[in-house]
């Protein structure tokens, strides 16, 4: 379910945005989507912490955060507008560009580590192969799409896209002080958004 974010989570989205599209040209719209994502899942997995605190969700080149993919496919950003421009390739697909100059105001040192070894890990991968890496077999999107029943929908093109949430907590299945501090993490936060409302 998508909540209101705050300022500061949109700047440090819209800052992450910025830093991959500095370090990374070109950058199209499906990589971009594909390396929030394993921002967020080395977050979780690394720290036990949710770096962007988003909701992904399973769909055939998926994980996807909605409310992001919404964000850059809408005629005019509304969350990330003061951030990044867009263009259209030569392939027709949309490509991200800075707007403006990079800020780590919203970010730990822990944050910039993740950050830089995420861009220069995967800054060299296509979109596709991105996809491939996000869809294998062990991958939360892979085990939330079986379970769910639609894996094979989605693989065969019969589905784009569901609502059926990648649920992180089973990164940490069996490190049970960090699936604590996750969890209390996401309640903390949960918590920080009602009062938002």
Do not use: C
Not at 43 to 71: E, I, M, Q
Not at 79 to 84: A, D, G, M, S, V
Not at 160 to 179: H, M, Q
């Amino acid at each position: 379910m998508s909540h209101p974010y705050s300022s500061s989570e949109i700047d440090k989205l819209g800052n992450a945005v910025v830093y991959l599209a500095g370090k990374i040209n070109p950058l199209s719209k499906t990589k971009l989507l594909k390396l929030i994502y394993l921002i967020e899942e080395y977050s979780v997995r690394t720290y036990g912490l949710p770096f962007f605190n988003l909701n992904f969700s399973v769909w055939k080149l998926g994980p996807v955060s909605r409310d992001v993919f919404v964000d850059l496919s809408s005629d005019e950003p509304v969350l990330l507008e003061k951030y990044i421009s867009r263009s259209f390739g030569s392939d027709g697909g949309i490509y991200i560009k800075p707007k403006v100059v990079f800020s780590d105001d919203e970010f730990s040192d822990n944050d910039m580590d993740l950050l830089e070894h995420v861009s220069e890990t995967f800054k060299n991968f296509t979109a596709a192969e991105l996809v491939e890496l996000t869809h294998r077999k062990h991958s939360l999107w892979y085990i939330t799409a079986l379970e769910n029943g639609v894996l094979e929908h989605l693989e065969s093109g019969h589905m784009n896209s569901t609502e059926i949430a990648i649920d992180f907590s089973r990164l940490l299945d069996g490190l049970p002080l960090k699936k604590e501090i996750f969890e209390d993490q996401r309640e903390y936060l949960k918590s920080s958004q009602a009062l938002k409302i």
